[in-house]
Structure formats: C-alpha cells, structure tokens
C-alpha cells in the first residue's frame, strides 16, 4: 500500500512538474509571439508613417519618421503608446538637441507645454475633493497674494474654479513665451498685474464669466495662486505630493528652473526653422500652464490612471465621481483641464506648446487605446498628428483625426517637393475633392503659416496670394497676407492688405492694430 501510494505521489510529481514546464514554455512562447508582434508594429509605424496618394500616374509620398522628423528640423521625438489601458511600448527618436550625437530616450524629459494644465487641474480637484477649495465658488474668497480686479463683467457672474479650469471665467492672456536663462523672472503677482519684468499683458476680466470659452493661459496661472495660497506651499512640491508621486510619473517635475540633476536629462528645444533655442528652453513660473517637465510614459500613466479612474478602477487621486466631473463639458468640448471630443466618444486630450517644445496627449477612456508624443521642436504637432494617425491605422482604432488632412499633405509636398508641386496638386484636388482631401479656405492658409514660420517667407507668400485669388471676399486671407508681407519687410503691401482685409471686416481688431503700428512708424 505504502509503495503504491508512493508511486503514485512519484507520478503526480512528474506530471506536475511537466504541465509547469509545458506552461512555462507555453508562456514563453506567447510573451515571445507578444514581443514579436510588438516590434512588427513598431517597425510597421517607423517605416510607413507618410504614404499619400499624389494623384494619378505618380507614385505616393512615403517617408519613414526620421525622414518626416527631418524634414520638419525636428531633432528629436519620444513616444508611447497606450493599448488597453497599459503602455504597449515607449521609445525616443533622433537626438536631444541639434548638433549633439546624444540619442532622445523615453528617459529624456521634455517641457509638456499646455499639457501641464490637466495634470494641473488634477491636483486642484483632489484639493476640492478634500474640502480646501469648491468648484462654484469666488476664487476671490480663498485667495490671499492676490484678488482678481472686480468690474462689470464680475458683478453678477464670479471667476470661480470650475471656470478657471475650463476657459470660461473670461480672462485675458491666451499662453505665455517664459523667459529666457539669462532674464529676470517675475513673480505671479507681478504676472497678474502686467508689470516688469513679466512679459505679458495684465491677466483681467474682459467678458461676463461663465457665457463663453475662450483659452485662458492666465486663468489657469491664477489657478496656480489659489492652490498654494490655500496649501501654503509652492506648487512643484504640492503637485509632487498631491499627483506626480501617487501616480508613479518618477520623471516629472514642475520645477522651474529644473536642478541640474535633472536638468542634465532634458532635451534643447528647437524652433521651426531649426534654430535652437537660448539656453536649450525658455522658463516658465506659469507652472500650472506651461511649467511640467516630463516624458510620454509619465503623461501615458496620467492619461491611464483619469481613464481607470473614470470607470472606477484605479482612483490613486480622485474619486469616480470627480473624475466623471473633469471629463465633462462645461462649455464647447472644454472639460476640467481637459478637452473633450465630440468626433471620438470617450476622447479626452490636450496638446501643448512651449518655446522649441511640442506634444499631444489623446486617451479614450472607453476604450483604453491612447497616445502620448513629445518633440523638441515648434514643428513638434505637425509630425506628432502625422504619427499619431498612423499608430491609429496600425492598431485598428476607430479614432477621427483632429489634423487638418488636406493642409497636412500640402506641407508634406511643399516641403518635399516644393511650393509649387503642393499647390499643383491643391487645383489637382479642388477639381476632384475626395472624401479624405476636402479643400476650404484654411486649406492654404494653414500651408502658408507652416511655410511662414519655417523660415519660408517668399513661398509663404506665394501660397497667401494663391489664397486671395481663391477667396476674395474673405477678410482672412489678406490679413494672413499683409502679415507674411509685413515678415519680409514690404511696408507698403502689408498696409495695402490689412487695408483691405479691414474693408471686408471692420471688426478684424487684428488689421486695426497692425495698422495702427505700421502708420505710427512712417
């Protein structure tokens, strides 16, 4: 009896060690088909990210990304892609600033520009979820370095947090330029008030609260005051507490300017010509608008810890209920530091701009398939939404571009194939449109500012003109046009078109100014 049981045991034994090693190899094999795909996608996205058609009898455009980066002077490029609510994988392209041979990594940090205002608007809710500050509520009531001037437009409607946060409390100062390594750097008071050595206009109250969105870069500043005023601590440690450490994103940093160690891990920002900027970046003490140094993994675990939160699955920093208040339009698509999207249900995102610097951050939080890309270039958006699309084809998601198809495809040809091969091929689709390729007047108005601010004034204005003859009664097109004139220094054709660009919209305040600065000069 004893030896059989013993036999048996010896049996068991064997069986079970040969299913756990059939499970490993089978494991095995399926983490190594899982890694193999991985890299037949990624391959599939950095070999392919341009292919357009170029009309009959020629052969598509095709660009791989290091030939799109270069063609937009962007040096370098990091992302990561989001699939099922985990990150699918991460890598950097090119290299951290011009002339430098050190590769971009997805260690390399760069300035997410606007994308700080969601992380931001985070961090105030956790403070509303906790008692210390209210939505709906005076922001004049809690703050203590500063009070917003009262007027008329604040008499009846107040500036309150749930505005500030959604571009709806009416205040001034759409961004901000920073400042650059060498100059004076204000204080937020000093910012809110319009006084040197701030660079920006006065942060004011310019229409009635809560009836219209319209981008406040300054609101979200004074965001900034009301959460230290009511923590009393500034607002890189507070951000460090209340958010970046309870989501993991190890690599992020509201710091400004950023200590040397990590200093020494971020990438030289680049503008669209491809010149660098002074000092590698500008610095920012708006740090709720324009103020995080962080990296595309760091901005993919932000984007999958709203999205699990939403759903009730991960709530390190909000509750469900809170979560589901950021991602609702107050007005417009404009959640709670958020932009909602009407085209793609459950698409929550935010693209942001620095000096040299560019990135987009798209998530659904239904499907849990997003992206997160960071350049260290003005050009960073336009190769960013070519990427972005193609990741999107690659892994078969149901998402509706936000680019401006038809502009995007003109500036890949006139860039590849010069000004007048992309404007051939606009009359080309003008008299065939495509369901892809519709063409309208920001068609050539949006190749002409592309070209204006790489450094391509003459063709710029080849394009504005081309815009003219297609639009003459538009106000717009000639105000674009005096503009490109005025860049090249042709005094008397910028008046002429600001002149009639006037004509056709008395209320373009626009062609007022410049007008108004162009005859005090003479």
Not at 249 to 273: C, F, I, K, N
Not at 358 to 366: E, S
Request: proline share 4%; hydrophobic share 35%; glycine share 8%.
């Amino acid at each position: 009896m004893m030896r059989t049981t013993r036999l048996v045991l010896a049996i068991g034994f064997f069986v079970s060690c040969a299913m756990q090693s059939g499970a490993q190899s089978k494991n095995s094999a399926d983490s190594s088909r899982k890694q193999e795909d991985r890299e037949t996608r990624i391959h599939r996205v950095e070999t392919t990210v341009v292919d357009l058609p170029m009309g009959e009898n020629q052969a598509p455009l095709q660009m791989d990304l290091l030939q799109l980066m270069k063609l937009y002077n962007v040096p370098g490029l990091s992302i990561a892609v989001i699939e099922n609510y985990k990150i699918a994988w991460a890598k950097g392209y090119g290299v951290i600033e011009t002339g430098s041979s050190a590769p971009v990594t997805p260690k390399t940090l760069f300035q997410a520009g606007s994308i700080s205002k969601p992380v931001a608007a985070t961090g105030a809710l956790y403070l509303v979820e906790h008692g210390k500050l209210a939505l709906d509520e005076g922001v004049n009531e809690k703050l203590k370095t500063w009070k917003v001037p009262e007027s008329d437009n604040t008499k009846n409607e107040k500036v309150t947090l749930r505005r500030l946060m959604s571009h709806t409390a009416g205040l001034t100062v759409h961004g901000f330029p920073g400042y650059d390594v060498n100059d004076a750097v204000p204080t937020l008071v000093q910012i809110f008030n319009g006084e040197k050595p701030a660079n920006t206009a006065p942060i004011r109250v310019d229409m009635v609260p809560g009836t219209k969105e319209v981008y406040s870069g300054g609101g979200v500043t004074i965001e900034q005051q009301l959460m230290m005023d009511v923590s009393g601590k500034a607002f890189p440690e507070l951000m460090h507490v209340l958010v970046l450490d309870k989501i993991g994103m190890t690599d992020s940093s509201y710091e400004q300017p950023l200590p040397s160690v990590r200093a020494s891990m971020t990438a030289g920002g680049t503008y669209a010509d491809g010149k660098m900027v002074h000092g590698r970046w500008h610095i920012y003490p708006e740090m709720a608008a324009a103020g995080l140094w962080t990296t595309p993994t760091d901005l993919s675990k932000f984007a999958i810890e709203i999205a699990l939160s939403k759903h009730g699955k991960s709530n390190r920093v909000l509750s469900v209920k809170m979560t589901n208040e950021m991602l609702k339009p107050v007005l417009e698509e404009a959640g709670l530091g958020l932009f909602m999207d009407k085209n793609n249900p459950g698409q929550f995102r935010h693209n942001g701009a620095d000096e040299g610097f560019q990135a987009i951050l798209t998530m659904n939080a239904d499907s849990g398939n997003g992206v997160a890309i960071m350049a260290n270039s003005d050009n960073g958006i336009s190769v960013g939404d070519v990427l972005l699309q193609k990741v999107a084809r690659e892994y078969g998601w149901n998402y509706k571009s936000h680019g401006q198809g038809t502009a995007q495809m003109l500036v890949l040809i006139a860039k590849s194939k010069g000004t007048q091969a992309a404007l051939q091929r606009y009359a080309e689709l003008k008299k065939s449109p495509s369901a892809d390729y519709k063409v309208e007047e920001r068609t050539l108005n949006a190749l002409g500012y592309t070209l204006l601010f790489s450094g391509q004034p003459q063709d710029a204005i080849t394009v504005f003109q081309r815009n003219v003859q297609e639009y003459p009664e538009s106000s717009n097109v000639y105000d674009s046009l005096g503009e490109a004139y005025m860049k090249t220094g042709q005094k008397d054709l910028t008046i002429q078109n600001y002149e009639k660009s006037l004509q056709l919209d008395p209320k373009n305040q626009n062609a007022v100014e410049m007008l108004k600065k162009l005859k005090e000069k003479q």
